[in-house]
């Protein structure tokens, strides 16, 4: 009897436990571990966020997938002050963090085999992942000249600011993007996470009408508040944009069961209606950032991009393994930029969201 083939033979070994080596390295160093190799929160949840969820947690009943009506205000809301997004016409969707979305978002598409999946020539894995899991083909966009006259394109992937490398990508880029994928009927998904973050450079939002003009038509951006509000662990995440995308979507999402939690959806309604907290934490990151900048300069980085965002894209000029290995030995993790692409071979990526006490000392031990 022959097994049908697991859909995890699709995949890759998961990114990050290519970095177990260094991180018993790393934690072997006397004054133990210092994970700077994920961007994951490590501040409080503000309290109102907190209550809110506290206060709806007597939830019996099945949420709705489209997201409560109070949440669904707040995303149009959120996205018209954030974005720059007109709340007449827009689509929204609230996702199990936006990770789900990005992985799943080639399948509940429609994308298979015979499709084409553009990503960022250095990027976050799962743009990639997500397309194996739907069984596209993977072409990143240092490589569409060699797909020919007729590639089967359907979705475009765009970041910015961009993991890991930081970049903001100008309005005018993105507009050709948005126009490139509607000549060919693809969609373009924007992974806007870190929009919020903007320090040497204002990011743009694709539902900006300096990029996709007066109509949504095909573009769907993929927003957060793990980063902005500190959420990771409640997987709050939304999606806008196409309303007959966002559609689609939802009518999937309802028979798959892909429903964030009822005091998830209620405790994300008061942190997009949060703008001080937000402000607030964004501060730290930007207090981070400056220590650690001059550190890695001070010792002989070149930083390069990371004009937004929550990562530090940086290079000795060497193989980025040695580069991982050389900070290991201090006590540091960081994420080898080969992990994002071939491109990124001579690149690390530091993420921003240690403790101010571990930011010190990743300085003392660089300088040290």
């Not at 006397?30 to 994920?38: A, E, F, T």
């Not at 072409?139 to 060699?146: G, H, I, N, P």
């Not at 390069?304 to 290079?315: Q, V």
Request: charged share 20%.
């Amino acid at each position: 009897m022959n097994r049908p083939t697991p859909v995890s033979a699709r995949l890759p070994e998961f990114t990050w436990d290519a970095l177990d080596a260094a991180a018993a390295l790393a934690a072997a160093h006397p004054g133990g571990l210092i994970n700077l190799s994920i961007g994951t929160p490590v501040d409080p949840v503000p309290p109102s966020i907190r209550q809110a969820l506290a206060d709806a947690s007597d939830a019996p009943g099945y949420p709705l997938t489209a997201g409560s009506p109070a949440l669904r205000t707040a995303m149009a809301a959120w996205a018209a002050r954030a974005c720059g997004a007109n709340p007449e016409g827009l689509g929204v969707l609230p996702v199990v963090g936006s990770k789900e979305l990005v992985a799943w978002l080639p399948t509940l598409l429609g994308i298979g085999p015979q499709d084409v999946v553009v990503v960022p020539s250095v990027a976050y894995p799962t743009y990639e992942d997500g397309a194996r899991l739907a069984g596209a083909t993977v072409v990143r966009s240092d490589s569409l000249t060699a797909l020919g006259p007729t590639p089967r394109v359907r979705l475009v992937w765009v970041n910015s600011p961009g993991n890991p490398t930081g970049r903001v990508l100008p309005a005018a880029h993105l507009r050709k993007v948005v126009d490139w994928a509607r000549e060919r009927g693809a969609v373009v998904a924007s992974d806007e996470c870190y929009l919020p973050l903007g320090w040497e450079a204002e990011p743009v939002s694709v539902l900006s009408p300096q990029v996709c003009g007066d109509s949504y038509r095909s573009v769907l951006a993929v927003h957060s508040l793990s980063k902005r509000s500190n959420l990771a662990g409640y997987r709050a995440g939304l999606v806008a944009g196409d309303p007959v995308l966002v559609a689609e979507l939802l009518k999937v999402r309802k028979h798959a069961g892909m429903i964030m939690p009822a005091p998830v959806q209620a405790a994300m309604v008061t942190a997009l209606q949060d703008e001080r907290d937000a402000t607030e934490q964004r501060e730290r990151y930007r207090a981070r950032r400056a220590v650690l900048r001059a550190a890695f300069t001070a010792a002989g980085f070149t930083v390069e991009h990371s004009e937004a965002g929550l990562y530090l894209w940086l290079t000795r000029d060497e193989d980025c393994w040695a580069t991982v290995d050389w900070l290991a030995r201090r006590g540091i993790l960081v994420a080898a930029g080969a992990l994002y692409g071939p491109t990124g071979a001579r690149h690390v990526r530091v993420a921003l969201t240690a403790s101010d006490q571990h930011v010190a000392a990743v300085a003392d031990r660089l300088t040290g």
